[in-house]
C-alpha cells in the first residue's frame, strides 16, 4: 500500500508580513465542531545548527471543514530558512506541500512609518517539492531598487525603512563595499536623497536613496580569483548601518530572476569583469573576477 499524500497548505501573505495557513483536516471522519477531539498544531522548524528550534502555532477549524494557522506579523521569526510541518494528535509531524499561494499583498510592498523590525515571509517550494518560509527581520532596512550597471560603475536607487528620521539618516550618509576576502578593505560612495514622487501616500515611511559605485576602485584591490564586495548603508553618525537588499516582493530567491552583466573593467592585475548580483539571503553585492578570454 502507498504512503498516503502529504497534507497540502494555501498560503495567504497580508502587508504586514503576516501568513494564513489553510489545510484540510486529517481523515474524512474528524469532527471539527466538537472542542478537544483532537488537537493539532502547524509546526516551523528552523533550519541550522539548532534544529530544536522551533514555532508551533495551533490549527483551528476555519468554519468551511478546513483548519487554518495563523503567523501575524509581530511574531518574531528569526532569518533563516523554517520548514513547515502539521502536526495531528500524538503522531509524528509531518512535511507540508505547497498549494496555492495568494502572496499579492507583497508585490510592491510599501511599509509604513515605524521603528520596529521589518518582518518579511516569503513562503515557497523546495527543490523537494516541500513548503518553506524564507523570513527576515531587519531595522533598519535599506531596500535595494532599479540597479543600473554600465561599464563605470553602479547606480541604485534604493528606500530606507525602520528608522525615525530616514531624511535625518541619510544626510551625510555614504554605501560601504566590503570585500569579503580582506573584511578590513572597504570603498565608499556618497549617498544623494532623493524628493519623494508626487503621487506618493504622505503615511508611507521611508525615504528614497541613490548611490553610484566606481568599479574601477574595486577592480584596483583584485589579484584573481573572485572577489565579492557587500554593500551597506552606513549613517554618519555611525549607528547601525543598514544592508542593501531586496526583500519587499514575493520572489523568496532573486539570484536566479534578476540577473546583471557582468562588464569589462580595467584592472592593473589581469583583464576583469564586475558587475552586481543578490546573495542567498537576497543581499546586494559586486563581484570582481577574471574576464573569460575571447573566442578567436
Known amino acids: 500500500m502507498s504512503a498516503p499524500a502529504p497534507p497540502r497548505a494555501d498560503c495567504i501573505a497580508d502587508s504586514a508580513g503576516g501568513l494564513t495557513f489553510d489545510l484540510d483536516a486529517p481523515g474524512s471522519g474528524a469532527d471539527l465542531s466538537e472542542p478537544g477531539h ?4 502547524l509546526v516551523l522548524r528552523r533550519r541550522g545548527d539548532d534544529e530544536a528550534e522551533e514555532v508551533r502555532l495551533p490549527l483551528a477549524p476555519d468554519g468551511e471543514g478546513r483548519l487554518r494557522a495563523v503567523l501575524p506579523s509581530t511574531v518574531a521569526l528569526p532569518e533563516g530558512r523554517w520548514d513547515v510541518y502539521a502536526a495531528f494528535a500524538d503522531a509524528e509531524p509531518r512535511r507540508l506541500v505547497p498549494g496555492l499561494a495568494d502572496l499579492r499583498s507583497l508585490v510592491d510592498r510599501r511599509p509604513g512609518p515605524s521603528t520596529s523590525p521589518l518582518a518579511v515571509r516569503i513562503p515557497y517550494a523546495t527543490k523537494h517539492g516541500n513548503l518553506s518560509l524564507r523570513s527576515w527581520l531587519r531595522a533598519p532596512h535599506a531596500e535595494a531598487g532599479d540597479l543600473h550597471p554600465d561599464a563605470s560603475g553602479l547606480t541604485a536607487h534604493g528606500r530606507l525603512h525602520r528608522v525615525a528620521d530616514p531624511a535625518g539618516w541619510l544626510a551625510g550618509a555614504v554605501v560601504e563595499a566590503r570585500c569579503r576576502r580582506a573584511p ?9 536623497q532623493e524628493k519623494p514622487a508626487d503621487d506618493a501616500p504622505a503615511e508611507e515611511g521611508g525615504q528614497e536613496f541613490s548611490f553610484t559605485l566606481d568599479y574601477a576602485r574595486l577592480a584596483a584591490e583584485w589579484r584573481g580569483g573572485l572577489d565579492v564586495w ?36 580595467d584592472a592593473e592585475y589581469a583583464p576583469a569583469q564586475a558587475g552586481p548580483f543578490y546573495t542567498a539571503d537576497n543581499d546586494l553585492a559586486v563581484r570582481i573576477e577574471e574576464r573569460p578570454p575571447v573566442a578567436g
Open 38 to 41: 483532537w488537537t493539532a498544531a
Open 230 to 265: 557587500d554593500l551597506w548603508l552606513c549613517p554618519a553618525d555611525g549607528s547601525a548601518p543598514a544592508r542593501l537588499a531586496r526583500l519587499l516582493d514575493d520572489i523568496a530567491d532573486k539570484q536566479q530572476i534578476f540577473v546583471y552583466p557582468a562588464l569589462p573593467v
Open 184 to 192: 578590513d578593505l572597504v570603498v565608499t560612495a556618497p549617498v544623494t
